[in-house]
């Protein structure tokens, strides 16, 4: 449009170097608004805003002048109604070019009964604001006092905008938001490519054996180099399917695990003979997503020389489709995580109990109500009784006299319950709530009041992660605006201090993810169907538990994914069971077996005599009966998978 490109040189920018510029246009002088924009971290704002001017007096045409001037010195990152905020703008005052105030004394003034301008110039659509919500919000304001916005790259129409340059905006408002977008994905693409493509990366699985292929680079290829693909070992894939079945379907603990390996190194040959199987590398298999026939990408981002950070599932990048054969399902790999999150150090019944007389039924099962710490065992004897027994007692980790623990739970006292009361509460709890005959009523009675409850705790999370989400996004968007524009190449210090906002930006984003994800899951995790009439498909049994040998009691509790929580102050344990369809199975074994060994154990109780429970060292009173009122607060436990459904009491 314009003719002439006069170098503004003075203060009269408003001169009459673009009267000359064009050929026709309306008699009066059409007043227009210029809106500019610099950033505080442009070498020479002054020069910016400059140019800005130049070019949009150029592109007006004859008869319409510039006859408001606004114009910022800040970021186009911050939200509209945020900006013209500080006094950044007198770093440019003395470039002689006039100021009328900043977008927001822009906006007053279109929103004024009268507005001194009928139009608003500006350079570039983008330099009004950086993100398309901001501008289109802008565009939006000034349409609604019937007042246009040109860019000085767009066709002019004397009848405001027309629908191409609409159409030429929203391309170039879209291309800029996706340019800025697509350079944070950029450097994760070619990685991607390569994990896409089912190349292996990394050292094979065992299970898996390589199959080595010609590198598809025919320059890599000419020097011997070679890419991975996986391929089943016959010997060791079907040990691996064992490894998952054992963890998954028999709910067996690693140790477990690793005992039944090494028993038989024939047929169970160690990754390492010398080792043989051990816990860490069974740990490692039962996590490795890639015996699901994918590859996955990213599991770990490295930080420094030696150090590796543990990246969240959900940002793994997986193959697109399958890339080698799978030694296990998805939903079974899924099913091995959930296990591990949840389980603990439960002690599995057939693990060897580590010293003779030490073994803790309620190990990995019982937690502190103050902290929520696990109770861990140990063992008393009486040596100044007429005849010297000893005691199993559970007892909090907590530790008065460790300045730390002192400090998290300052009233905390020494938590102790011995396990004869635990066992008398459980049996309690099993012959009236699970196998009692008035247990449906009972659990009627108590699923609306863990609903609530458990309503209430998501609520106040999803309240958590909100605000921290919202810290972190102000956070992200503070660091975009420190980027903005490019450094000075030649500036070491200013390349060295992005690359340390991008760090950071980098961290946040991996931060924002994982927030996310968690914020997700705690949409959807009620997928845990309650189902009461689980409960039906058990016998009713009554009181199975008293009296029972260790062994079985721990089979019950694993068979119920038994949880307790002892509270001190309400000398009352809450117990949790949860029943899935693999339960009725499981207690009917159990009872096989009980029927045989129960009355031997009974008669070896008498003779032991069982007259002394108590809670701690200096309480012992005998609680007749705990009591009856509820505290269902348990750790957080991950939900169980698929159909499966549960049914809580507690006691
Ligand atoms: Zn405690």
Redesign the pocket.
């Known amino acids: 449009m314009g003719t002439a490109q006069p170098a503004l040189t003075g203060p009269d920018l408003t001169g009459p170097a673009l009267s000359v510029a064009a050929t026709a246009g309306p008699a009066e002088v059409v007043p227009v608004a210029f809106i500019g924009r610099t950033s505080t971290l442009m070498q020479d704002p002054v020069a910016s805003l400059r140019r800005q001017v130049r070019k949009s007096k150029a592109w007006l045409p004859a008869g319409f002048k510039i006859v408001a001037w606004y114009w910022d010195v800040e970021s186009g990152g911050l939200d509209l109604d945020q900006r013209s905020q500080g006094s950044n703008w007198q770093a440019a005052a003395g470039a002689g070019i006039p100021r009328d105030g900043g977008m927001a004394d822009l906006l007053r003034a279109a929103r004024s009964p009268e507005p001194p301008f009928a139009f608003v110039i500006c350079e570039d659509i983008e330099r009004s604001a950086r993100d398309n919500y901001n501008s289109l919000k802008l565009e939006r304001r000034l349409r609604d006092e019937g007042i246009a916005i040109f860019a000085t790259d767009e066709p002019f129409s004397i009848q405001g905008v027309n629908a191409t340059t609409i159409l030429v905006r929203r391309v170039k408002q879209g291309v800029a938001e996706w340019y800025r977008l697509q350079l944070k994905e950029k450097v994760w693409e070619g990685l991607k490519e390569h994990n896409y493509d089912g190349w292996n990366i990394g050292p094979v699985p065992y299970g898996y054996t390589a199959e080595r292929h010609t590198h598809p680079n025919p320059m890599k290829a000419a020097t011997g180099r070679t890419k991975t693909r996986l391929a089943v070992d016959p010997v060791r894939g079907p040990i691996i399917t064992q490894i998952y079945r054992w963890r998954v379907t028999d709910q067996l603990g690693v140790p477990t695990i690793r005992a039944r390996l090494n028993a038989d190194p024939a047929a169970y040959p160690p990754p390492d003979p010398v080792k043989g199987w051990t816990l860490a590398g069974l740990y490692k298999i039962l996590a490795n997503p890639k015996y699901t026939g994918y590859q996955v990408l990213g599991r770990t981002h490295i930080t420094g020389p030696t150090r590796r950070v543990e990246v969240p599932p959900e940002q793994w990048i997986w193959s697109r489709e399958a890339t080698h054969p799978a030694l296990v399902s998805k939903d079974m790999w899924d099913a091995a995580q959930r296990i591990s999150a949840a389980r603990g150090n439960v002690q599995d019944a057939e693990q060897p109990k580590t010293r003779t007389g030490r073994r803790y039924r309620y190990r990995g099962r019982l937690w502190?109500?103050?902290?929520?710490?696990r109770?861990r065992g140990v063992t008393r004897t009486t040596p100044h009784a007429p005849k010297p027994a000893s005691y199993t007692y559970y007892q909090?980790?907590?530790d008065p006299a460790a300045r730390a623990h002192a400090a998290a739970?300052p009233d905390?006292p020494n938590?102790m319950i011995s396990e004869k009361a635990l066992m008398a509460a459980t049996a309690g709890f099993f012959t009236q709530y699970v196998f009692g005959p008035n247990r449906a009523a009972m659990l009627k009675a108590q699923l609306p009041a863990d609903a609530k409850q458990e309503a209430a705790r998501r609520a106040q999370l999803a309240k958590r992660l909100d605000q921290q989400l919202a810290k972190n996004e102000a956070a992200q968007q503070a660091l975009i605006t420190g980027l903005e524009f490019p450094a000075d190449p030649g500036d070491p210090a200013a390349a060295a201090l992005r690359e340390r906002i991008r760090a950071r930006y980098r961290e946040l984003h991996t931060e924002q993810k994982t927030l996310e994800a968690q914020r997700d899951q705690l949409d959807t995790v009620t997928t845990e169907v309650q189902d009461p009439a689980l409960l039906d498909t058990l016998p009713i049994l009554g009181d199975i538990l008293t009296g029972a040998p260790a062994g079985l009691a721990e089979q019950l509790f694993e068979a119920f994914h038994l949880q307790a929580v002892f509270s001190k102050e309400h000398r009352q344990v809450t117990i949790r069971v949860t029943i899935t369809d693999a339960t009725p199975d499981a207690v009917a074994r159990l009872r096989a077996d009980t029927r045989v060994t129960l009355d031997k154990q009974r008669e070896r109780d008498f003779e032991e005599g069982s007259s002394s429970w108590s809670y701690s060292s200096d309480d012992q009173r005998a609680p007749a009966k705990l009591p009856p009122h509820f505290i269902p607060e348990l750790p957080p436990t991950t939900q169980q998978a698929h159909s499966q459904a549960t049914a809580q009491a507690t006691q």
């Open positions: 502190c109500k103050i902290c929520k710490r109770m909090c980790p907590h739970y905390h938590v």
